[in-house]
């Protein structure tokens, strides 16, 4: 056997039974990937849109390090990064705390970009021992069990994304009045609005996903706010029912990496009094078409 089949046979991939999301073992992700074992975490990536790597303690340098080997950093607004890491955001929340755990809301990441992220990666360091599953919902699957007649109302809408809610001057953060460890910057730089088509190609799949989410998506170009939250609200109510959505389940020293261009997320809570730890990047993504 070539010393390529070796190192490839080594990766083991375990979807889900519906198919998205998938757990990737036979890798060390603090040393550098072989290309062809980089092609196949890539390859596990767009087949599967959320993949989970077990047992991976990773230092801050090694994080960054596999951030770089799936595609430049992107850039993270409204939340003070960690000191000397420009592209690590510490997502803590203190055993006391009584702020709403940080992400509670379904939403796929900085979707008001111009060209938003492509990836996130999130590495676990302390896991409560309850709470703090991580929900994921698969916006290709629901995409396809649309009726035709539905698929072609949405074909060639433009979905309107804005950070204003939460980020905004008079956002969820700005009325904020418990203590929060994580810093927030509230700006009215979060209230600008970009468009992006309701419905999204994958530049590597090629399958079409909604691109829409209840914490971004602010309206639909052309429409009436009636109209446009009478359309979005059936969408959002579809894509996260129950047949689309994947619970994660995290434990220490799991890296966790998923789609931001065909999946929603939602971080669940349910762990107050508990210390949980985590530690995010970005991977830079592409003008949505």
């Given at each position: 056997m070539s010393q390529t089949a070796t190192r490839t046979s080594r990766i083991h991939v375990k979807p889900n039974e519906s198919g998205f999301g998938a757990e990737i073992t036979g890798l060390d992700l603090s040393q550098p990937l072989p290309p062809d074992a980089l092609a196949e975490l890539k390859q596990a990536w767009a087949d599967h849109a959320v993949v989970w790597f077990p047992d991976q303690p990773l230092t801050h340098d090694q994080l960054e390090a596999f951030t770089l080997q799936i595609g430049p950093f992107g850039q993270d607004p409204f939340i003070a990064p960690m000191e000397g890491r420009p592209h690590i955001l510490e997502l803590r929340r203190e055993p006391d705390e009584k702020a709403r755990n940080f992400g509670a809301g379904w939403h796929s990441d900085w979707s008001f970009q111009e060209a938003p992220p492509a990836a996130t990666i999130l590495h676990?360091?302390?896991?409560?021992?309850?709470?703090?599953?991580?929900?994921?919902?698969?916006?290709?699957?629901?995409?396809?069990?649309?009726?035709?007649?539905?698929?072609r109302l949405l074909e060639g809408l433009v979905a309107i994304h804005s950070a204003a809610l939460p980020y905004g001057t008079k956002g969820v953060f700005a009325q904020e009045k418990e203590a929060r460890t994580m810093k927030i910057i509230v700006s009215e730089e979060a209230e600008k609005t970009c468009p992006h088509p309701l419905v999204r190609t994958h530049p590597v799949t090629g399958r079409k996903a909604l691109f829409v989410s209840p914490v971004y998506t602010v309206g639909i170009e052309g429409m009436t706010q009636q109209e446009s939250a009478a359309l979005l609200g059936f969408i959002y109510k579809h894509v996260t029912s129950e047949e689309f959505v994947y619970r994660h389940r995290w434990q220490p020293d799991m890296l966790t990496m998923w789609?931001?261009?065909?999946?929603?997320?939602?971080?669940?809570?349910?762990?107050?009094?508990?210390?949980?730890?985590?530690?995010?990047?970005?991977?830079?993504?592409?003008?949505?078409?």
């Open positions: 676990s360091k302390i896991v409560p021992p309850v709470g703090g599953d991580t929900l994921y919902a698969d916006c290709t699957r629901a995409y396809e069990a649309l009726s035709p007649v539905m698929k789609d931001n261009r065909c999946t929603l997320h939602f971080a669940d809570g349910g762990y107050d009094g508990h210390l949980r730890v985590m530690h995010r990047t970005t991977v830079a993504g592409d003008v949505p078409h």
